[in-house]
């Protein structure tokens, strides 16, 4: 077995993730944020309707009080895991101030 330390340019040191990750996951934030706004809307929609049509509005009184929230909350979870994951790490393209040290 070949139990040598790494050296520094390794695999392991030099982990980078491919340039589709980022904005695959961009657009799974936006399309979470589209969607439970879009689902928000059409439940206060139909609560407007069965006010307007003189309807018993408990039913949808009752599924708009618990299911906009839920939606919210999960975009919000989902939005905070992926502000999350990117803090800590460095811009796409490195930043400015970056120069290569070299031993004197």
Known sequence: ???????RGDAMESRTTPGWVFP??????????????????????????????????????????LAIPVFLLGASVLTYVFVGLRRGREPLGGSEGDVEETGS
């Open 24 to 65: 695959t996951q961009l657009a799974s934030v936006a399309m979470i944020w589209m969607f439970v706004l879009g689902i928000s809307s059409w439940i206060i929609h139909l609560l407007r309707l069965s006010w307007e049509l003189n309807d018993i509005p408990s039913g949808s009184l009752a599924i708009s009080m």
């Open 1 to 7: 077995m070949n139990l040598q330390p790494f050296e």
